[in-house]
């Protein structure tokens, strides 16, 4: 069956074609107008939401070489995310879907985010342990089926991506912060400056980066200059403290629910220094570890059309009615 994915949750309109797990198109039309504001800009949004959504569905039907009569099913995001948002794909999906007579599947945006690891393996074995790290989101997810999931810890503040996001602000960097602290770190030195590990070694599965961010807050307001070395110190100190608390709380619970593969997913698992490392660390203990491929880490519709194919071939029958949330309504999700 081919399944066309929407997603719209943030700044990106994106539209994907997938049939039988092949990808056959996957278009994001990302938002470079927020880069002025530091952040999202909820409004715009959704303005430049309504502008793209047309033109970025037929460009994806038209680089999988398809039309609209080839779908046989839609999937959508519905939740969470920025509510204005999420009513563009939401009603755009809706109405196509009740116009052509075809099912439309409602998808969980972080659900789809933990499924985006079968885009590059389709072998991922259950249970496997999930991990969602992006600017809104930190959650450690055991996954034992479809719609079978115990959320292990999520962060008690701020997330991860919300950290780089915060530093990368403090130290002049701009926004989005990830790829720009990301850049720096593999200039510096990441044992320079011994930035704080909050509940690394604690026995839960809980997340705190806000502390992290305080310190590196003080290093900068205590320097009366701040010169390329130092700058370039604290991406590299700060990346590898947020990178060794991610690594040791999902190495634990894969190793505590034996589970044989870790999925990484998320904007932050774009991140290299994450990749790398828990690349490695997986392989020493003889775990798979996956991280999608960068096009596949943020905001994209594959993922969503590829959790739309999941539910269908697991029996899952599409609802009557869909309706957008800001926030999770789906367990373990709804924070």
């Avoid at 991506?161 to 593999?186: M, Q, S």
């Avoid at 997986?282 to 596949?296: E, K, N």
Wanted: glycine share 10%; aromatic share 6%; net charge negative.
């Amino acid at each position: 069956m081919v399944i066309l994915g929407i997603e719209t949750s943030c700044d990106e309109t994106s539209a994907a074609v997938i049939c039988g797990g092949e990808v056959l198109s996957n278009i994001i039309s990302s938002q470079e107008i927020h880069a002025q504001y530091g952040g999202v800009v909820p409004e715009l949004a959704s303005r430049v939401h309504l502008e793209m959504i047309i033109p970025v569905v037929e460009r994806s039907l038209k680089a999988a070489g398809l039309t609209l009569q080839d779908i046989g099913a839609i999937g959508v995001t519905t939740e969470p995310g920025l509510l204005g948002a999420l009513l563009v794909g939401e009603t755009f999906g809706k109405t196509l879907g009740q116009s052509l007579g075809i099912p439309v599947y409602p998808i969980n945006h972080l659900e789809s985010h933990v499924f985006s690891g079968f885009l590059e393996r389709r072998d991922i074995t259950f249970p496997f342990i999930g991990l969602v790290v992006s600017g809104g989101h930190t959650l450690l997810i055991r996954v034992d089926a479809v719609n079978e999931y115990a959320l292990l810890g999520t962060t008690q503040d701020d997330a991860a991506g919300e950290a780089f996001d915060k530093v990368a602000k403090i130290l002049g960097l701009g926004y989005p912060g990830g790829p720009a602290i990301d850049t720096r770190a593999k200039l510096g030195n990441p044992r320079a400056l011994h930035f704080p590990r909050p509940l690394m070694n604690d026995e839960g599965y809980g997340f705190s980066f806000s502390g992290i961010k305080t310190f590196a807050r003080n290093l900068v307001q205590k320097q009366k200059t701040i010169s390329d070395d130092f700058l370039i110190d604290v991406c590299a100190s700060f990346q590898r403290a947020v990178v060794d608390i991610l690594t040791a709380k999902t190495i634990r619970a894969a190793e505590e629910y034996g589970a044989k593969d870790v999925v990484v997913a998320g904007g932050v698992s774009a991140n290299s220094e994450l990749r790398a490392t828990m690349e490695r660390e997986c392989h020493t203990r003889g775990i798979r570890m996956t991280a999608p491929r960068i096009a596949y880490c943020t905001d994209n519709a594959a993922m969503v059309a590829n959790l739309a194919e999941f539910k269908i071939a697991s029996g899952v029958k599409a609802p009557e009615t869909i309706a957008a949330h800001s926030r999770s309504t789906l367990l373990p999700f709804s924070l």
